[in-house]
């Protein structure tokens, strides 16, 4: 039964309660206990409702589901190997503990808690640990995120079990309810670090501080990884190192592992004060306490180019996700409660392999060289640390200098500067028009009260790693399982935990067909 509630009707279990009973007719009203299923917000008129989907139940409570995983210990089963610790790597590895074989992980970073100072040197313009930063390190590049947990993927069972794995980790079990859940930053590490537990609980192994700098194959067969001097032997390996292991591209490319280049996107940082986003989306001078910051997506084609938000972040503040010194790189988080009082989020435009003809050069890894000649610009205009270069929102939009800029949510902070000039004029042209547009569907977005910093350029991947469609392996490695983000097959957190449990189902089926297990 679906129903549409008051925003603290909604909230108090109390006061739900007595609304139904009011509500509901005839024996309906006798129900003994109830549960909400599903919970949204319907912004479409003014007030703001809830919407909900109540279960009642009859003559008994409502049953307490609890998550059950039947791990099994592996200290002594056949070995696979993992590189990353990412969602990717973490799901390969927690569904192969449910398949009885020792996942054996390799990470370049520290854990979550370590990872923490890392940040810390960032946000204060100490430099960055090219292992230990927003995008590496235990957990990867989602661990301090705004931990959004959509997909668009159509695969419900699997999205369903992906989120329950979170919540059998410490997650709040409210995502399993909420349409558009998320976790936020605060949390998200307790929940990586429990899935670390449960993996060394269980018999696998977990190396820390572990860049992994060669695959070692012979005749085709993948047989061992090299973490610089130090060899360790494996017939199957899965690489799950994210979009921003530019390293890893570099020595497959060298190593003749073929790649290809994949269309990608890059654009802009917006920020706006959260009351002007509340305003537009609940048609309300202040937000109603009991409704959550609001969010948008906003979505618009030029010519044939589509401009669109991404990632958007309610309440949150804009990360500084460069990998390395000498490049910037602009993201977003929120914590759980959302209540920073900024809203940012990436306007992007697609990157297709003619936009970028002078890169061609480089292969596949073109649009690795166009990523990183704009992250570089960005960084020299904004005079060469983390700060990064920004411009009042219709000033970019009009092409005018931003002599002073508003208050801003990144750190270690911004400098004024014309973006037309850091990123390329195709970007810039779909990136205004989109912003026009965007302007026309949202009072306030196209305002000079707002800022665009730059670059956001790891929205995507610009490389895929091919794989059999069959065998999930690479078509000239066997052994080797490209996973996850980096290699070109999900796109968030959900999607990369996603793909890991098929590469883990994917390894097992090849292992028991050998009689391994
Ligand atoms: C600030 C920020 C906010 C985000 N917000 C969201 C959000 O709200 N919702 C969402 O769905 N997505 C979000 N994302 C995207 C999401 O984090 C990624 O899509 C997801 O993490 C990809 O998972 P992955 O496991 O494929 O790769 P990654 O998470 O990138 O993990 C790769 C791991 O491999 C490790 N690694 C790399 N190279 C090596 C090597 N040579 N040896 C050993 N280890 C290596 C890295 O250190 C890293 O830990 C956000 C990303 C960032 C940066």
Redesign the pocket.
């Known amino acids: 039964m679906d129903i549409y509630v008051p925003p603290n009707v909604a909230a108090e279990s109390a006061l739900l309660e007595d609304y139904l009973r009011r509500k509901l007719k005839g024996n309906h009203r006798n129900f003994t206990d109830f549960r909400v299923d599903r919970r949204s917000i319907d912004a479409r008129k003014t007030p703001v409702r809830m919407r909900l989907r109540i279960e009642l139940f009859y003559n008994q409570k409502a049953p307490r589901e609890t998550i059950q995983r039947t791990y099994l210990q592996v200290n002594n089963a056949p070995e696979v190997a993992i ?8 799901y390969t590895a927690l569904s192969l503990l449910e398949l009885g074989i020792r996942p054996v992980l ?4 520290k854990t979550v808690r370590d990872r923490r100072r890392d940040l810390v040197r960032i946000t204060r313009n100490e430099g960055v640990n090219p ?1 230990s930063n ?18 668009r993927s159509k695969k419900r069972g699997d999205i369903q079990y992906a989120m329950e794995t979170l919540v059998y980790h410490g997650a709040d079990p409210d995502i399993l309810v909420d349409a558009h859940p ?1 976790i936020g930053t605060n949390k998200l590490p307790g929940i990586i670090e429990n899935m670390r537990n449960t993996i060394v609980q269980y018999g696998g192994e977990v190396n820390f501080n ?4 060669d695959l070692i194959v012979e005749n085709g067969q993948l047989k061992g990884i090299k ?1 610089g001097g130090e060899v360790r032997s494996f017939e199957r390996v899965v690489l ?6 530019r ?2 591209f570099e020595m497959l490319h060298a190593g003749n592992v073929s790649l290809e280049f994949k269309p990608f996107a890059l654009g802009v940082r917006i920020e706006h004060d959260q009351r002007v986003v509340d305003r537009v989306q609940y048609h309300c001078e202040v937000r109603d306490e009991f409704l959550p910051p609001a969010s948008y997506k906003l979505v618009h084609q030029t010519h044939d180019r589509g401009v669109y938000s991404f ?1 958007m ?1 309610p309440g949150g503040v804009i ?1 500084p ?1 460069a990998t390395a010194d000498g490049e910037v790189v602009t ?3 929120s914590p759980s409660k959302r209540n920073n009082p900024f809203a940012n989020s990436g306007i992007v435009t697609e990157i297709r392999w003619e936009d970028i003809p002078e890169f061609h050069h480089h292969g596949p890894l073109a649009g690795i060289a166009f990523q990183s000649a704009v992250e570089q610009a960005c960084c020299e205009i904004a005079g060469g640390t983390q700060f990064a270069p920004a411009q009042r929102v219709l000033d970019f939009v009009e092409g005018k200098d931003s002599p002073s800029l508003p208050e801003c949510s990144y750190r270690p902070g911004i400098k004024p500067a014309r973006l037309d000039q850091v990123l390329p004029l195709f970007v810039v042209k779909a990136l205004q028009q989109g912003l026009r547009d965007f302007g026309g569907k949202m009072n306030g977005f196209l305002s000079n009260n707002a800022l665009v910093v730059a670059p956001e350029s ?1 929205t995507s991947c610009p490389v895929r790693i091919p794989r059999d469609p069959e065998s999930l392996q690479h078509p000239e490695v066997a052994g080797l399982f490209p ?5 070109g097959y ?8 996603m ?2 449990e098929k590469i883990a189902r994917k390894c097992h089926e090849q292992m028991r067909a050998t009689g391994l297990v």
């Open positions: 590189i990353g610790m990412g969602p990717a790597g973490l390799f990470e370049r970073g292992d927003y995008c590496f390190g235990e957990g990867g590049a989602g661990t301090y995120s705004d931990g959004k947990l959509y997909t998320h572990a860049r992994v700098t973490l799950a190192t994210g979009h921003s292991a390293d890893i990632c972040c990360a996700c993201n977003g988080w790891r996973c996850g983000e980096g290699a999900a796109g968030g957190i959900i999607s990369a935990a793909d890991g």
